[in-house]
């Protein structure tokens, strides 16, 4: 359970996806300008995630690894995305139309996000096993939402700040972000003693 | 969308997320449009580049995003007009289509694990749960769209040149 436990603190806050690894940053400039639309695109993310991680670890121990073919895991992989993205917009649609028209509009971007790519590839090279790699991908996928969330809602508050023109706009929100990464960085220093 | 939704001429709208839309057609009492696009993303036009023709395409995007209103504002084609929806509205879709079905997921997961120790059982349980928790979607979705909760409302017409981040 403590292993479990860990897996999960140190994939969603010491190393943040968006911040410790640098993943899933056009989404994380281009939709937090709200908070609703942040946590929305989080929410359609982790489940993305969660899913084709899933389907990539069974890709993965049953076709790749037995037959050797780890060479065509990238192709693969986006492959299986680019499915699970497509399975979320069906299903969605199917489960409910209205809200497929509130929520669709964020899928398409998902299939492009690097950071849903990047959790596959780490948790493959992380040789864990498929609950582990799960709650992996959930996990990290939980800390890519927070930090979405955490950035939209500063970001809310800068567009009511007086700030000097030359920093006005994405600038500011860079330097924000900066200090975002920073403020994580301390995370790195937690000890389990 | 199946139902229109109640149109309100309510100028005030103090908890409402605005956006303009275009109105593209009057069928009687109901007037289809679609919404302008906005913000500096560009994801709807942008979804039109990254797939085959039909799928993906700029044309169905827009298409899946067309809704209803009642048309009791007498609206004609071509019309802009500024739509609302309640405020939170997109967090509760959010977690009735996604978290909801995660949660059942997990759990399920958790428990198969906790139970048999085995990968294959765990991701059959995984799957099951998902299904389960897609059931429990559909409910919550049916719920909050009987409390008006996914439909936009009319507010009023748009401005010349008026866009919603700048009124």
């Known amino acids: 359970m403590k292993e479990y436990v860990l897996l999960m603190v140190s ?17 994380f400039m281009g939709v937090t300008t709200r908070i609703d639309a942040a ?12 899913v084709s991680s899933m389907a990539d670890w069974a890709v993965q121990t049953y076709l790749l690894e037995p037959f050797s073919l780890g060479y065509l895991r990238t192709v693969t992989f986006i492959l299986v995305i680019a499915a699970a993205v497509q399975f979320t917009e069906m299903t969605v649609k199917k489960v409910s139309p209205p809200l497929f028209q509130m929520l ?39 800390g890519y939402s927070l930090v979405m969330v955490m950035f939209a809602g500063l970001r809310e508050r800068l567009a009511l700040v ?18 975002l990464a920073l403020a994580f960085m301390g995370f790195s220093g937690m000890s389990t003693s | 969308m199946s139902t229109p939704a109640d149109s309100t001429t309510d100028f005030s709208a103090p908890s409402m997320n605005e956006g303009i839309a275009h109105v593209v057609s009057v069928e009687g009492s109901v007037a289809w449009l679609v919404p302008e696009q906005t913000g500096s993303c560009g994801g709807c036009a942008a979804s039109g580049s990254c797939g085959a ?20 504002a007498n609206l004609f084609v071509g019309e802009r007009v500024v739509i609302g929806i309640p405020d939170n509205a997109l967090i509760k879709a959010s977690i ?72």
């Open chain 2, 53 to 72: 023709k039909g799928i993906g395409t700029l044309a169905s995007r827009l298409e899946y995003r067309r809704f209803q209103i009642n048309n009791e």
């Open chain 2, 96 to 167: 009735t289509a996604y978290a909801i079905p995660l949660a059942t997921l997990l759990l399920a997961g958790a428990l198969a694990q906790w139970r048999f120790g085995s990968d294959l059982a765990t991701m059959a349980a995984m799957i099951a749960g998902l299904a389960v928790g897609l059931g429990f979607s559909r409910v919550g979705a049916g719920r909050l769209l009987m409390q008006g909760n996914l439909a936009p409302r009319f507010l009023r017409r748009a401005r010349p040149g008026e866009t919603c981040n700048q009124p």
């Open chain 1, 11 to 27: 994939a969603a806050l010491v190393n943040n996806v968006i911040l410790a690894r640098f993943l899933g940053l056009c989404s």
């Open chain 1, 39 to 50: 946590t929305g695109m989080g929410m359609a993310t982790t489940f993305v995630i969660t």
């Open chain 1, 104 to 142: 669709g509009i964020y899928l398409p971007l998902i299939t492009t996000n690097c950071a849903v790519l990047g959790v596959a590839l780490l948790l493959v090279e992380g040789r864990m096993s498929f609950i582990s790699s799960t709650l992996f991908a959930f996990a990290s996928s939980i």
């Open chain 1, 162 to 179: 007086d700030v000097p023109r030359l920093f006005a706009g994405p600038p500011i929100g860079f330097i924000v972000a900066s200090l």
